[in-house]
């Protein structure tokens, strides 16, 4: 079995002439929390795009789990245990924190129109169990005293946290993550680190992370991948990566001093 959970290889995405990803190729480990940065426009979001079925590749493969997902539409990945999260929170601002989580699982029998209309003994007790896993995901995140809060009033950090809180409603194997940690302050930032940790440690739950901040980087990520151009540039361990001479020069230009890249 292999140890890792993720494969590309050799992966490219055209847009008219443009690679926005170009012939990459990575592996993320089963257990990891791998981080991805590199300078705006190297084809970060559109990877994660790919890789969760958000867009269709041009050529290369995609293995998770051991089976080919490549150009696998979004919804079949979600039920493998696929997941990502978007560089803009996507919660549903009319609903509540509590609602939006619990319509986050798929197949519930109250789906279907017969169901709704007779409303069995079947689909209350599902909802039962949905709201109890609902409220335990909101316990976890230490948002309990927003469960009613209609999500569009949260601020950003909390938007992230409770987009985070949606991967938790299923049986998540891999969760890639979209810059969550972007434009949230300090506080919450912790908060997020902490719940990433925990679900990495006590759920199993894999990570990938596109992120900025060198120093949430730093304390949650390892490997760290390297992004410029479409593909990867550089892999190590955070402290490898603000040394490498390659990485200093793609981000602020030959000749540069070792620096915080922020
Ligand atoms: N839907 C699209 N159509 C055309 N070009 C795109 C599209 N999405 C991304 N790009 C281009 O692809 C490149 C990589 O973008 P992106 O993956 O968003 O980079 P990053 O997330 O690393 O900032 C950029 O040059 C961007 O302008
Ligand atoms: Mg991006």
Redesign the pocket.
């Known amino acids: 079995m292999s140890q890792n959970i993720l494969e590309i290889k050799n992966l490219s995405k055209f847009?008219?002439g443009?690679a926005?990803?170009s012939n990459c190729s990575l592996n993320v480990k089963k257990g990891s929390i791998t981080g991805i940065i590199?300078?705006?426009?190297?084809?970060?979001?559109?990877?994660f795009n790919l890789i969760a079925g958000n867009l269709k590749s041009s050529s290369g493969t995609v293995v998770f789990d051991a089976e080919d997902i490549t150009d696998i539409p979004s919804y079949e990945l979600f039920s493998k245990g696929l997941l990502r999260t978007f560089q803009i929170a996507h919660e549903f601002s009319n609903l509540t924190v509590l609602e939006n989580l619990m319509v986050v699982p798929g197949n519930q029998s109250g789906e279907k129109l017969m169901k709704v209309l007779f409303k069995s003994k079947q689909v209350v007790e599902e909802e039962i169990l949905i709201e109890s896993k609902a409220r335990e995901v909101i316990e976890f995140l230490n948002l309990t005293h927003l469960s009613n809060e209609l999500a569009g009033n949260l601020s950003g950090g909390q938007k992230k946290l409770l987009e985070l809180g949606r991967t938790m409603m299923v049986d998540a194997k891999l969760v890639l993550l979209d810059e969550v940690g972007a434009g949230v302050n300090r506080t919450l930032l912790k908060d997020l680190g902490i719940a990433i940790k925990k679900l990495n440690k006590e759920k199993g739950y894999t990570f990938c992370m596109?992120e900025h901040d060198m120093d949430f980087i730093s304390s949650l990520c390892d490997p760290v991948i390297v992004?410029a151009e479409?593909s990867v540039l550089f892999e190590g361990s955070a402290d490898n990566v603000k040394q490498n001479e390659k990485v200093i020069e793609c981000y602020l230009g030959r000749g540069s001093k070792m620096q915080d890249i922020k």
Do not use: E, Q, R
């Open positions: 847009f008219g443009l926005a990803v590199g300078p705006n426009g190297s084809g970060k979001t559109t990877l596109i992004m479409g």
